[in-house]
């Protein structure tokens, strides 16, 4: 669930710089991706994103995750409610600033 919800965070901020220059990046880190869009703001929401799941591969490489652990085992559904209301608002923010 916490990878979905960081992806669709990941994919929103490449939609909207793409919509803004056809700037085209294969950057996962949604700091990085959100400041190239200039909003202070939505930069902060993926920086507070981006701290919430610690580190992306994590979510995609059992081998980042000390052994007997899995992917699944480091993420309570109390972080992954937070990571979705963090998501959720860069979604609003980007969705905003599209359509604006």
Known sequence: ??????????KALKAAQYADDAFKTNVHNLMRNASRLGDSELTKL??????????STRMRYP???SYPQIPNDVYSMETAHE???LARSI????????TK
């Open 46 to 55: 993926a920086n507070q994103l981006e701290r919430k799941v610690v580190d």
């Open 83 to 85: 990571a979705l209301e």
């Open 1 to 10: 669930m916490t990878f979905s919800i960081f992806q669709s965070a990941e």
């Open 63 to 65: 081998d980042q995750v």
């Open 91 to 98: 979604l609003e923010k980007v969705r905003y600033a599209v």
